[in-house]
């Protein structure tokens, strides 16, 4: 098992795991395993999600693609140039990202979509060693509370430090930026709590805040 991310057998939550298995024998094409991060460890902005959707990453095997989630997401990203090419929903559909990589706090499919907190905690090393692995990392953006508190426990804070409120970016001791949103989720897109102009303006703060290079693709 590697530091940064689980082998494809994790057996670290037993939940998980059962969970992982019967997928596997129900749907035995789909990737069915702990889903690795997306994009180069070089990026300087990292995007924290949950966990991979039952029929989405777990199904495809690369963060936030075949579900609805990661239709606001990454066409957010190709707007503000972070990433190229098309999303077409399939990890063959050759899109790539710019300066940004894409994970989850969670590397494998919870049942529900809810994992539980020995479930984040059985976890987040790995998030810790990415961050570690990643040397022009400046910030973070995570989408929904169990994110935010997934990365300032990677990076050495108590959940406690700052609370979750989307929109903000709060500015961590060492100078490492944190951005909240809300989850790209369909229950929040659809109910009116996250839209794509609150997510857009979301990333464009940060993309400012790191002096990333937004623009067209």
Known sequence: MST???GHD????????????????????????????????DSRLLVVGLA????????????????????LLYQTLL????????????????????????????RCVPPGNLPTPAEISACNPFLTAELAAMP?????????????????RARGLRASHV???HGVLHELPDGF?????????????????????MFEAVVEALIHRLALTPGAV
């Open 4 to 6: 940064i991310d689980p």
């Open 163 to 165: 609370p979750f409120q």
């Open 52 to 71: 991979p959707g039952v029929r989405g990453a777990n199904r495809t095997g690369r963060p936030f693609t075949g579900d609805f989630a990661g239709v």
């Open 177 to 197: 930026l944190l951005a909240d949103s809300y989850h790209v989720s369909r229950l929040n897109t659809n109910t009116g709590r996250l839209t794509t102009a």
């Open 79 to 106: 707007k503000f140039g972070l990433a190229s090419g098309r999303y077409d929903a399939n990890p063959g559909d050759g899109m790539g990202l710019r300066d940004t990589r894409v994970t989850n706090a969670v």
């Open 10 to 41: 994790c057996a670290l939550c037993p939940r998980l795991e059962a969970y992982r298995l019967a997928n596997r024998a129900a749907n035995p094409a789909w990737f069915n395993g702990p889903v690795p991060s997306f994009g180069s460890l």
């Open 136 to 152: 022009g990392v400046r910030g973070v953006l995570a989408l929904g509370g169990v994110s935010h508190k997934a990365v300032l």
